[in-house]
T-cell receptor, first 108, second 115 residues
C-alpha cells in the first residue's frame, strides 16, 4: 500500500492561497489521491480526488506531478474557517488509511 | 436531512458495561465503515460492511461487534468496556469502488468516555 508524507503543520494568512504538499512516491498506477479535512470536533470532510490530471472543484484544486509521486492541494483564498487538519490519502485495497495529516492554521 | 447520522453524540459509562452506537445513512450507499479516533487524533479504520456483509475487519478486540441489519444501518456494540476504549467513533459511508465512488461521508462522531 502506498504511503503518504505530509508536513505536520503549516500557517497561512487569511485571503492568501494555501498550498499543502503531499509526497506519495510509492503510488501505483491505479491508485487515486484523495484529500480530506477535519475541522475540530467534526467528522472528516471530503475535499477532492484525482488520478493523473489536475482537478478543481468549488473547494480546492489538486495538482498532481507528472510522475504522480507528489501532489499539492491548493485552497485559493484561505479563510479562518479553513483551519483544520488536512489528510492526503492514497487509496489502497478497499480502505482509506488516514495518516497524521497537516494542521493548517489560517491567521488573520 | 443529515446524510450520515450516529447516536448518541456523547456516551459516558463505567468500565465493564456494554454499550451500542447506532449509525444510519440516507445516501443509498452500499458500503459503511466504523473508524476510531484516539486521543492522539489518529483515525483508524475498524470495520467495513458492503451490503450487510463484513469486508474489512482490522485488528480489533472481539469485544467490538458490528451489526448491519440492512445496508443503511451499521451499529457498533461494545462489550465489557475498558478505559482504552475511550475515543471518538466515526461512522462513514461510500458507494464503494474507486475514484468518485470511494468518497467517504462521515457522521459527526460519538465521543465515548469510559470511567
Amino acid at each position: 500500500d502506498a504511503k503518504t508524507t505530509q508536513p505536520p503543520s503549516m500557517d497561512c494568512a487569511e485571503g492568501r492561497a494555501a498550498n499543502l504538499p503531499c509526497n506519495h512516491s510509492t503510488i501505483s498506477g491505479n491508485e487515486y489521491v484523495y484529500w480530506y479535512r477535519q475541522i475540530h470536533s467534526q467528522g472528516p470532510q471530503y475535499i477532492i480526488h484525482g488520478l493523473k490530471n489536475n482537478e478543481t472543484n468549488e473547494m480546492a484544486s489538486l495538482i498532481i506531478t507528472e510522475d504522480r509521486k507528489s501532489s499539492t492541494l491548493i485552497l485559493p483564498h484561505a479563510t479562518l474557517r479553513d483551519t483544520a487538519v488536512y489528510y492526503c490519502i492514497v487509496r489502497a485495497t478497499g480502505k482509506l488509511i488516514f495518516g497524521q495529516g497537516t494542521t493548517l492554521q489560517v491567521k488573520p | 436531512d443529515t446524510a450520515v447520522s450516529q447516536t448518541p453524540k456523547y456516551l459516558v459509562t463505567q468500565m465493564g458495561n456494554d454499550k451500542s452506537i447506532k449509525c444510519e445513512q440516507n445516501l443509498g450507499h452500499d458500503t459503511m465503515y466504523w473508524y476510531k479516533q484516539d486521543s492522539k487524533k489518529f483515525l483508524k479504520i475498524m470495520f467495513s460492511y458492503n451490503n450487510k456483509e463484513l469486508i474489512i475487519n482490522e485488528t480489533v478486540p472481539n469485544r467490538f461487534s458490528p451489526k448491519s441489519p440492512d445496508k443503511a444501518h451499521l451499529n457498533l456494540h461494545i462489550n465489557s468496556l475498558e478505559l482504552g476504549d475511550s475515543a471518538v467513533y466515526f461512522c462513514a459511508s461510500s458507494q464503494g469502488g474507486a475514484g468518485a465512488n470511494e468518497k467517504l461521508f462521515f457522521g459527526s462522531g460519538t465521543q465515548l468516555s469510559v470511567l
